[in-house]
Nanobody, 121 residues
Framework: QVQLVESGGGLVQPGGSLRLSCAASGSIRNINAMAWYRQAPGKQRELVAIIIGIGSTNYADSAKGRFTISRDNAKNSVYLQMNNLKPEDTAVYYC???????????????WGQGTQVTVSS
C-alpha cells in the first residue's frame, strides 16, 4: 500500500505565504513524478506544478513567479512554496505521485487526501 499525506494548509492573508508538504510512504520502488493540483469550489481540479525525474518542473500560468515546487527524493517528499498568495488561490490542494511499487511493475497514480488553503483578509 502507498499513502500520500499532505500538510501545511491553512488561512493566510492576501500577499502572504504558505508551504505545503507531501510525504509518500509504503512499498515504493520509484517515483517518476510528483505534483500539486488544486480544486476550487465549483471548478475542475487543475494542475498547479509538477516535478519530473531529477528535477524538471512545469507550472500553471497562474503559479509562475509565485510558487516553487521542490522534491526531496530521500524522503519521497514534495513541497510547494507559495508566495504572494491571492484570494483566487483558495482551494483544496492535492498531492499527486506517479510511482511504481515493489509489487506491481507498472506505474500508477496516487493522490493525497487534500489540504485546504484559504486566502482571505
Amino acid at each position: 500500500q502507498v499513502q500520500l499525506v499532505e500538510s501545511g494548509g491553512g488561512l493566510v492573508q492576501p500577499g502572504g505565504s504558505l508551504r505545503l508538504s507531501c510525504a509518500a510512504s509504503g512499498s515504493i520502488r520509484n517515483i517518476n513524478a510528483m505534483a500539486w493540483y488544486r480544486q476550487a469550489p465549483g471548478k475542475q481540479r487543475e494542475l498547479v506544478a509538477i516535478i519530473i525525474g531529477i528535477g524538471s518542473t512545469n507550472y500553471a500560468d497562474s503559479a509562475k513567479g509565485r510558487f516553487t515546487i521542490s522534491r526531496d527524493n530521500a524522503k519521497n517528499s514534495v513541497y510547494l512554496q507559495m508566495n504572494n498568495l491571492k484570494p483566487e488561490d483558495t482551494a483544496v490542494y492535492y498531492c499527486y505521485a506517479e510511482l511504481t511499487t515493489t509489487y506491481y511493475r507498472y506505474a500508477e497514480n496516487y493522490w493525497g487526501q487534500g489540504t485546504q488553503v484559504t486566502v482571505s483578509s
